[in-house]
């Protein structure tokens, strides 16, 4: 082989540039971005919003109760009725859940204590009208949470970019945070059981009908004969809800217990087999009716006692 042929194949084995990241229209001059880091840094955007409303919620259900209870034993529990006292309060339960919840995820205090300002700072502002007779307190609990959710976004979109700090956790705190789906459910049932009472017989129609809205959701319900198995449960459910209703009484309350019963053995069927539903929907639905269900067996016990 010659000279110039050897040349010739060296310049058709040179590789071809790599594309180019597109550039926006709009502004010609920045630099070029690429769309995929854009949409992954969205994604992580709205699911840490997620997880703070997560853990805000889990602050509620967990500290409400609390509070109650400590109202009535130190004889305050009107005083923290009280509107402007009540919004502060509900406040607080959600600032401890998301400073919880931040701080597992290593954000820094400085995150931490902009998120827990725009949980006050909504509520705090509408107290001024509040207290002059401007707006009501349902204005006053709806306002604040409505202003509540801008601010948390421009906190979050404020500290997108930050590095987490390290942190270590204990592997007991890892464990508890990886059963998450069964904390939110006991977190649910607290009050409950300071109060227990049996469920309406109709609430026993929610617990097919669950899987059956998920599963089509997600396409879930084309496998063998897994269609015909959430029909057959549904029809078993909806055939004891009828009967307790026509049954009333201590009979209806003992059918719907057993309902809400037999539903988290469903639920656990179906974390084993992975199949219609995320494990972690199985996991907190099996767990939430299995206290369901000793909440109202421990209401009908009282009840006959």
Known sequence: MDNNQMYADSLTAVPS??????EDPAHPDAPPTSAAPTSRGTRRLLWHLGEMALAMVAGMLLLG???????????????LARPEIAALVMATNMT??????MRYRAHHWHAVGEMAAAMYVPFLLLLVPFRAGVISADALMLGGHLL???????????HRHEAPTPVRRHPVVVALAHRWPTGLALLMTVDMWVDPSVLSPWTMLVLPG???????????????GVLATQLAGLAGWVALTLVA??????TAAWLVAFGWLAHAGWDLAHHRNGRVVP???????GVLDAALAGVMVLAILTTDA
Do not use: K, N
Not at 245 to 250: I, K, L, T
Not at 279 to 285: D, I, N, S, T
């Open 279 to 285: 494990r972690g929907y199985a996991e907190f639905c």
């Open 65 to 79: 109760p609390l509070w109650e209870m400590a109202g009535t034993a130190l004889g305050v529990a009107d005083a």
């Open 17 to 22: 540039p790599a594309p180019l990241p597109t």
């Open 148 to 158: 509540m959710i801008p601010a948390m976004v421009l906190v979050a979109v404020r």
């Open 96 to 101: 401890v859940g998301m400073t919880v919840g």
């Open 245 to 250: 209703v026509v049954a009333g009484g201590r």
């Open 210 to 224: 669950g899987y059956l809205l998920i599963g089509m959701a997600r396409r879930t319900l084309g496998g063998q």
